[in-house]
């Protein structure tokens, strides 16, 4: 079946350790996203992606990183930059400007500070 | 700019009441309009859609009727169970340069039995 993967389902990070989200999609889509969700605050996204080896910054980039050099993967790195990384981190994909179009999202990833 | 806006939670009702949850939105231009909702722990999942002004959507006992004359896209149900406790989203995408899509801050439902 198609979908998005994202691994792992829980990431502990230590202070000064960069961390890096797994997002992979077989649904041969262009676009994907990155959102961050902490309680009571909805959805902030992160990074976007319209297109292999290009992306944007979305309203809260700083202390992360991504990288698209595949079309099936988006990984998103939690720097050491970010002072307050505890957050359940959503991948999203859908087709390139496809607005009437749901978005798929994955199962989430719990990132926690030790 | 861009903008959704929806009833803070959380929201408790007893099973077989009767449920709205409003979402109002401001945007430039004609967006497609969803709610999605999420279960404890996992991602999203689409509940139902509207791409125009009049369009209803419907999905599992829930609607939502888009309306352009108040900008609004609120979701009913008649009558609620316990597994429809979630956190449910408002959501709007629009045909522009940037291909975002803008999210309420999401509403926590709760059904007692």
């Known amino acids: 079946d198609g979908g998005i993967t994202q691994s792992p389902k829980y990431l502990f990070r230590k202070e000064g350790q960069n961390v890096t989200l797994s997002c992979e999609q077989n649904l041969n889509h262009d676009a994907m996203y990155w959102y961050r969700q902490d309680p009571g605050q909805g959805l902030r996204l992160i990074y976007y992606?319209?297109?292999?080896?290009?992306?944007q910054k979305g309203d809260i980039a700083e202390g992360y990183s991504v990288s698209r050099e595949k079309k099936e993967s988006f990984p998103l790195t939690v720097t050491s930059a970010q002072k307050n990384p505890t957050a359940f981190y959503l991948c999203?994909?859908?087709?390139?400007?496809?607005?009437?179009?749901?978005?798929?999202f994955g199962s989430g990833t719990q990132l926690s500070v030790l | 700019g861009n903008s959704v806006t929806q009833m803070e939670g959380p929201v408790t009702l007893s099973e077989e009441a009767f449920l709205t949850i409003n979402c109002t939105y401001t945007?430039?231009?004609?967006?497609?309009l969803f709610w999605y909702v999420q279960y404890p722990g996992e991602g999203l999942q689409l509940l139902l859609k509207?791409?125009?002004?009049?369009d209803k959507g419907s999905n599992k006992g829930f609607e939502a009727t888009y309306r352009k004359e108040t900008t609004s896209f609120h979701l009913e149900k008649g009558s609620v169970q316990v597994s429809d406790s979630a956190v449910y989203f408002c959501?709007?995408?629009?045909?522009?340069?940037?291909?975002?899509?803008?999210f309420g801050k999401g509403t926590r439902l709760h059904i007692l039995p």
């Open positions: 945007a430039t231009g004609y967006p497609s």
């Open positions: 992606s319209q297109i292999v080896n290009d992306f």
């Open positions: 509207a791409t125009k002004a009049d």
């Open positions: 959501a709007l995408s629009l045909m522009n340069r940037d291909d975002k899509i803008i």
């Open positions: 999203a994909s859908r087709r390139f400007q496809a607005t009437n179009e749901k978005l798929f």
